[in-house]
């Protein structure tokens, strides 16, 4: 079984450019998370996507973040413009059934 | 508000044991998880509690209090590769989303 993907593991950018992330989940994985993690902090949730419905963004700063997840499988995830305080890795993970999470390998961000 | 508590980091010494505490104060409660996190990757899943009790797999064992708001990893005859960031997850009601604790750096010396 393909595990979830992401792409790109590594962007450098200057403060108020934009960036993409892209996440393509494990199939048939109906509920998608992106998790932003800053170094030496644990994972804080940003968006929550059931198919192509969003349950829960109340952590999403949607002045400068936005998520999409078209047709209910891959998604992306922007940011713009960006800050300095955004550099961090951001991890898409995908959830079956019951109730384990699979994490992808995460963007790594840096903000100049 | 939602609040995990870990301890920072952790030393233990090659074939010891080793405890990772974790205590929880959420809203809501719909079981509470361990993550392994090497320098670099991404998570990866443990264990699982959603009763009181202690669960076994292996090396790696999981105890859960729901009335105090605890739970604690086990690790056993700890090994080299041992060496990792352990995160405690708390799966909450609304969304049926994880809030995470901030993680415990666990170094294994020879």
């Known amino acids: 079984e393909a595990g979830v993907a992401q792409s790109p593991r590594y962007k450098i950018i200057e403060k108020r450019q934009s960036v993409a992330f892209w996440c393509n989940p494990i199939s048939g994985h109906a509920t998608l998370y992106w998790y932003q993690q800053i170094l030496g902090q644990g994972p804080k949730l940003l968006i929550q996507?059931?198919?192509?419905?969003?349950?829960?963004d109340s952590q999403l700063p949607k002045d400068r973040f936005s998520a999409e997840r078209l047709k209910g499988v891959d998604s992306t995830l922007k940011i713009q413009p960006a800050k300095l305080e955004d550099s961090a890795v951001y991890l898409c993970?995908?959830?079956?059934?019951?109730?384990?999470?699979?994490f992808g390998p995460g963007t790594r961000l840096t903000v100049t | 508000g939602q609040n995990i508590d870990q301890p920072t980091e952790m030393t233990a010494t090659e074939g010891a044991i080793v405890q990772i505490n974790c205590t929880y104060q959420?809203?809501?409660?719909?079981?509470l998880f361990w993550y392994q996190q090497h320098a670099g990757e991404a998570p990866t899943f443990l264990s699982y509690?959603?009763?009181?009790g202690l669960e076994e797999k292996g090396r790696f064992s999981s105890f859960l209090s729901r009335s105090k708001g605890y739970s604690y990893l086990l690790l056993k005859e700890l090994q080299m590769k041992d060496s990792a960031s352990y995160l405690c997850a708390v799966r909450v009601p609304y969304g049926q989303n994880f809030v995470f604790g901030p993680g415990t750096r666990l170094s294994v010396l020879p």
């Open positions: 993970a995908s959830m079956g059934q019951p109730y384990e999470q699979y």
């Open positions: 509690n959603v009763l009181d």
């Open positions: 959420t809203s809501g409660f719909n079981g």
């Open positions: 996507f059931q198919n192509n419905g969003v349950v829960d």
